[in-house]
T-cell receptor, first 115, second 116 residues
């Protein structure tokens, strides 16, 4: 089975530009998570969806960040405008959630550098 | 809200030696506990998980972890470390939120270095 697929794997962009990160969750999974990983702050949950509906976006750092899940097989995380402090690895993850305790499966990550 | 503490930022062990990585959690009820491993440039891979039942959990790659409620701990162990185990290890705790959905909180990670 294919795992969680993220694109792009690496992106370098200039400050002020719009960045869009994409994610395809594991087929059949109904929960999707976006995490950000940095040296300073570790692994942070930005937002998670259940059945395509955003459940908790309290981790989204500011209004420059937005996430959508138009259908069960696709999600985007957008940063507009991007800033150098947004440089991080962004992970998408998914799980089959019907009750607590289900395993979260991670993608390989999108490595973002904003210069 | 739940939280996880991994007190050791970096650990170095010799190949063949035993390993124990510490994890302490905070949560009012019985949590769901996970250990993940991250190799450089990779995503996180699940090593093992505890939901209920036997408090000693076996995982992949020869790892095991023991849930100790009295100590609020879920330490990861391996009897003999291999050079390929060098990676970063994350402990995580999952708990249901008010909507019944699972929210997983990760620790800050422990980097493992293995020396010949």
């Amino acid at each position: 089975d294919a795992g969680v697929i993220q694109s792009p794997r690496h992106e370098v962009t200039e400050m002020g530009q719009e960045v869009t990160l994409r994610c395809k969750p594991i087929s059949g999974h109904n929960s999707l998570f976006w995490y950000r990983q940095t040296m300073m702050r570790g692994l942070e949950l930005l937002i998670y969806f259940n059945n395509n509906v955003p459940i908790d976006d309290s981790g989204m750092p500011e209004d420059r960040f937005s996430a959508k899940m138009p259908n069960a097989s696709f999600s985007t995380l957008k940063i507009q405008p991007s800033e150098p402090r947004d440089s991080a690895v962004y992970f998408c993850a998914s799980s089959l959630s019907g009750s607590s305790g289900n395993t979260i499966y991670f993608g390989e990550g999108s490595w973002l550098t904003v210069v | 809200a739940q939280s996880v503490t991994q007190p050791d930022i970096h650990i170095t062990v010799s190949e063949g030696a035993s390993l124990e990585l510490r994890c302490n959690y905070s949560y009012g009820a019985t949590p769901y506990l996970f250990w993940y491993v991250q190799s450089p440039g990779q995503g996180l891979q699940l090593l093992l998980k505890y939901f209920s039942g036997d408090t000693l959990v076996q995982g992949i790659k020869g790892f095991e972890a023991e849930f100790k409620r009295s100590q609020s701990s879920f330490n990861l162990r391996k009897p003999s470390v291999h050079w390929s185990d060098a990676a970063e290890y994350f402990c995580a705790v999952g708990a249901g939120d008010s909507g019944g959905y699972q929210k997983v909180t990760f620790g800050t990670g422990t980097k493992l270095q293995v020396i010949p």
